[in-house]
Structures are given as C-alpha cells and as structure tokens.
C-alpha cells in the first residue's frame, strides 16, 4: 500500500493490520479514527517507547503536530476480518 501522509492511517508494532482504532489526544480531549497499515514506531522518547505513530492527516486532526509526541488513549473500533489468523 502506498503511504498517504494526509490519510488516518498509523503504524503500530502489535495491532494487526486493517484494525481501526480510536485515538484520543489526552491533552485536548480531540479524537480520530485511524487505520493501522504499518509497523512501528521504532523511536522512543526519552527512553520511554511511543505506542503509536499517526500519519500527518491524523496528527493534524488531533491538534499535535507542533508538539510532536502528545499522551493518546487508544480504544480498538473493530478488529479485521482475519484477525485470528494473524494473530496466530
């Protein structure tokens, strides 16, 4: 799949893929819907590991992208399809 930085699509290192997550800005409360198409984030802040890393059309809807890493809460929607399977 090719990479839409616009779109609400996120990396994460466990969810499976195609699994829509709520995502909640702890600081203003904002909340998006993304998509999880990739794996990641690898980067860590401070020694403290980051649990997700949203494209730049969810950061942007979430109000964080000056700020860079914000506390989020996720909150799984629905699980794809095939989840049993990719979760072995």
Request: avoid cysteine.
């Given at each position: 799949?090719?990479?839409?930085?616009?779109?609400?699509?996120?990396?994460?290192?466990?969810?499976?893929?195609?699994?829509?997550?709520?995502?909640?800005?702890?600081v203003n409360g904002r909340k998006v819907v993304i998509r999880v198409n990739d794996r990641?984030?690898?980067?860590?802040?401070?020694?403290?590991?980051r649990i997700i890393d949203l494209s730049h059309g969810a950061a942007k809807s979430l109000a964080m992208v000056q700020a860079g890493v914000q506390p989020v809460n996720l909150r799984v929607l629905r699980w794809p399809a095939n989840v049993d399977r990719q979760l072995g």
């Open positions: 799949e090719e990479y839409d930085q616009e779109g609400f699509t996120a990396a994460h290192p466990i969810l499976p893929m195609n699994t829509l997550v709520e995502v909640e800005n702890m990641g984030p690898y980067a860590s802040d401070n020694g403290k590991p």
